[in-house]
């Protein structure tokens, strides 16, 4: 059974703060790595993509991915009220077009 | 703007009231999702389409059945719907060529079912 797993949260951090949200995956032949915001009610954004093994950057944001520990992460840096939202970690496996979704961390940022 | 877009956004039906649902895309991508998400879940996907070639999630109910007549749309129906179809309604969109198949979403149909 191929999994996804997210701590549902919340995770509340102060404005300013860094937000760091973790993702772990049971299958170990996923190939890519997503991660999406989700506000309230919205349908999810593609925010970051990882496909190699180390870090990625794109602004505020930095994914990292360890493969040998099946894991990816999302580092949000001076998080903003904005940033409030769920975060939906996916991974895509074999050679599939599908991905897989965890359920989301809730990330509140407190003014 | 290349986008992903859905129609209605917000659909009411009663209870085994067929619906359908609509979805189009101006990106020229081959592949089409359709998730269905509930509160605080993961999108579930009920099948996608490569081109014309229709992919069924293994544990999709029959009630739900989907129609692409080309590469810009993609329908979906669901012929009596539940209580327990009410959720947001999710298209996306994909390359599908190799590599990293970045999926794209609609802005999402809420179906309420009464």
């Known amino acids: 059974q191929k999994e996804v797993e997210q701590n ?6 102060p404005e300013g703060a860094i937000a760091s949200l973790n993702c ?5 032949v996923s190939q890519s790595f997503f991660w999406y915001r ?11 993509s990882i496909y ?3 870090d ?3 602004g505020r944001f930095t994914a990292q991915l360890n493969k040998a520990s099946q894991y990816v992460s999302l580092l949000i840096r001076d998080s903003q009220p904005s940033d409030s939202a769920t975060y939906l970690c996916a991974v895509k496996w074999d050679s599939s077009y599908k991905l897989i979704f965890g359920s989301g961390t809730r990330l509140l940022v407190r003014p | 703007d290349a986008m992903v877009i859905q129609n209605p956004r917000y659909q009411v039906t009663q209870f085994g009231k067929p619906v359908t649902l609509s979805c189009s895309q ?12 509930k509160s605080s879940q993961a999108p579930k996907l009920l ?3 490569y081109d014309k070639d229709f992919n069924n999630e293994a544990d999709t109910p029959d009630n739900f059945q ?8 993609c329908f979906l129906d669901i012929r009596s719907p539940g209580l327990g179809d009410a959720a947001m309604y999710l298209c996306a969109t994909s390359r599908g060529t190799s590599g990293t198949n970045e999926q794209f979403f609609g802005p999402g149909t809420r179906l309420t079912v009464l």
């Open chain 1, 8 to 13: 549902s949260g919340p995770l509340s951090v």
């Open chain 1, 24 to 28: 772990t995956y049971s299958d170990r």
């Open chain 1, 38 to 48: 989700q506000y309230s009610g919205k349908s999810p954004e593609l925010i970051m």
């Open chain 1, 52 to 54: 190699s093994n180390g």
């Open chain 1, 56 to 58: 990625k950057e794109d």
């Open chain 2, 26 to 37: 101006t990106l020229n991508h081959n592949v089409m999702y359709w998730y269905q998400q």
């Open chain 2, 47 to 49: 099948f996608h389409y």
């Open chain 2, 66 to 73: 989907s129609r692409r007549p080309n590469t810009s749309f």
